[in-house]
């Protein structure tokens, strides 16, 4: 009895330490993902405060005085930001409809042909991504200058077009690649033909994937400050651009409701995306 009464005080000391030692170990985890968590939540709390913020100034860690008056001058009849709003989703919409215009057949010859410079195009079309944007758009205003396209809502389209063709084109090849050609193969020996084989069967099959190829575009164009500021500036008003008007006067009320705006559709449609685009369509991206 005593040696088991032995054994048993030395295991409590054992199983003492391991859950002083499981503790521990959770410490670190435990401040990493507070400091994750802070960095994540911690300026969007600071833009929601702002929102809501009359008077705040330094060296007061809150705000002095609370309202929404800042929220009724934006969206007030003299304010812009309707119209900025209408401008920026409607430039979206179209961009979306002109990238999938391309990406739709790009993607569908990249993805189900063999072509023998597939991985050259595909490179291609991350061009527009690899230069700084700042030169590539002081050049395409001038440009656009002298063929009147400055300051209108076509240039301003043409330049997100080619901004967000990237991701049309890439999730567009992976989602039809996605599709097994056995399926359209079959459909064509039914005697459906080309169009209708495509139409009927692998459209609706990488939809999918094309829908959140549409939503990754509308949300760069939404978001698309440099070439909206040097295409479309001072004649087309968009979202970001009041966003930084709003900023840079210090105005940082209006300009913290101007960024909540352009982050709840940001947020509702990566959910989406999150929703459509699975694993083995990525997985095709660049094969």
Do not use: C
Request: glycine letters at 8%.
């Amino acid at each position: 009895m005593s040696a088991l009464a032995n054994q048993g005080e030395s295991v409590r000391p054992t199983l003492a330490g391991r859950a002083l030692g499981f503790d521990l170990w959770w410490l670190p985890r435990a401040l990493v993902l507070g400091l994750v968590a802070f960095a994540i939540f911690g300026p969007l709390a600071n833009l929601l405060i702002w929102t809501v913020a009359e008077r705040w100034y330094f060296p007061h860690t809150l705000p002095l005085e609370y309202g929404l008056s800042y929220w009724a001058k934006v969206f007030s009849p003299r304010g812009v930001a309707w119209e900025s709003l209408g401008t920026s989703i409607g430039i979206a919409l179209l961009t979306v409809l002109f990238a999938l215009a391309l990406a739709i057949p790009a993607g569908y010859a990249l993805g189900r042909l063999k072509l023998p410079a597939r991985s050259l195009i595909l490179l291609v079309f991350l061009i527009p991504q690899a230069f700084p944007n700042l030169p590539v758009y002081v050049n395409i205003a001038r440009f656009f200058y002298d063929v009147g396209l400055n300051g209108t809502i076509t240039g301003v389209v043409l330049v997100h077009v080619t901004h967000g063709l990237v991701f049309a084109v890439w999730i567009a090849t992976a989602a039809f690649a996605a599709v097994d050609a056995e399926l359209e193969e079959a459909a064509r020996s039914m005697g459906a033909g080309a169009f209708r084989a495509f139409r009927d069967v692998t459209l609706p099959l990488a939809m999918p994937g094309l829908m959140a190829s549409g939503i990754f575009v509308f949300l760069e164009s939404l978001d698309e400050f440099t070439g909206s500021f040097f295409v479309g500036a001072p004649d087309v008003t968009t979202l970001p651009l009041l966003l930084y008007t709003a900023g840079a006067g210090g105005n940082y009320q209006v300009a913290s409701i101007t960024a909540l705006l352009l982050l709840v559709p940001s947020i509702a449609f990566m959910l989406v995306v999150e929703r459509f685009l699975r694993a083995d369509v990525l997985a095709r991206i660049g094969h």
